[in-house]
């Protein structure tokens, strides 16, 4: 299932006013808890996530673990009770995986619920469907790709300033991290065109609201300028 460009998957069930999701793991004795693609994209690039000392037991409503990116920080709690609590370890040695992966490999704890008619009570897949729309909207999130690790933001300056400030940015940035470029130039959509050939470095998506433009571009370890077919446009 699909909502404003961001996944849910519909064999989870899910708490939208605490933007976290529940899944059976180890044939239903077992669940994993995670954070909706919705929080992975209204927080930016995840920076830290850091487990609460977890005891034999939770209950409903704690937070399990808190997340931190440049421009949030908050908890992710538990929508039932459960017992041994495990955290995954691995996120927490990457947390830029709740960006890429949350409903896979960034998923937060594991744990064994204790009251299954808790469990009843979240909705599951498309039953979540009006819940997080509705949370989408207040959060004022769309997803658009990858989570960038950083935001140019260029209003009303001219294309080869906003390039310019581009260039520079990306030399500051390692091979694979991303790029969100933010300009209201109207021939930034064709000159983007132009700059990928010439620096080698790759647009991944070019999305367009009213008058303003963002583009998501990764900075290449080897970047090589491409020379495009004057007949067919192709590389």
């Known amino acids: 299932m699909e909502i404003e460009g961001c996944p849910f998957p519909e064999d989870a069930s899910f708490?939208?006013?605490?933007?976290?999701?529940?899944?059976?793991?180890?044939?239903?004795?077992r669940y994993r808890l995670g954070v909706t693609s919705?929080?992975?994209?209204?927080?930016g690039r995840i920076v830290s996530l850091r487990h609460r000392?977890?005891?034999?037991?939770?209950?409903?409503?704690e937070s399990v673990a808190t997340l931190e990116s440049v421009r949030f920080t908050?908890?992710?709690r538990v929508p039932v009770d459960g017992v041994d609590c495990r955290p995954n370890l691995v996120a927490a040695g990457r947390p830029?995986?709740?960006?890429?992966?949350?409903?896979?490999?960034?998923w937060?704890?594991?744990?064994?619920?204790?009251?299954?008619?808790?469990?009843e009570r979240l909705p599951r897949g498309t039953e979540a469907r009006d819940a997080l729309r509705a949370r989408l909207a207040l959060?004022?999130?769309?997803?658009?790709?990858?989570v960038p690790?950083?935001?140019?933001?260029?209003?009303?300056?001219?294309?080869?300033?906003?390039?310019?400030?581009?260039d520079t940015e990306l030399a500051l940035r390692e091979p694979g991290e991303i790029v969100r470029l933010v300009s209201d130039d109207p021939t930034s959509p064709i000159e983007m065109v132009r700059w990928e050939d010439r620096s080698g470095h790759t647009v991944l998506g070019a999305y367009t609201d009213g008058p303003i433009h963002r583009f998501l571009i990764r900075r290449e370890r080897n970047p090589t300028p491409r020379r495009r077919s004057v007949q067919t446009g192709r590389i």
């Not at 605490?18 to 044939?27: I, T």
């Not at 959060?139 to 990858?146: A, I, S």
């Open 15 to 29: 708490d939208a006013e605490h933007d976290v999701w529940l899944r059976p793991v180890s044939g239903g004795a």
């Open 38 to 43: 919705a929080l992975s994209t209204f927080a």
């Open 74 to 76: 908050g908890p992710v």
């Open 108 to 119: 937060v704890v594991e744990f064994s619920a204790t009251h299954p008619e808790q469990l």
């Open 53 to 61: 000392p977890l005891g034999t037991s939770v209950r409903a409503g």
């Open 139 to 146: 959060l004022r999130v769309r997803c658009e790709g990858p």
């Open 96 to 106: 830029r995986l709740v960006n890429d992966s949350p409903y896979e490999e960034g």
């Open 149 to 166: 690790d950083v935001e140019v933001v260029e209003l009303g300056s001219e294309c080869s300033a906003v390039l310019a400030r581009l």
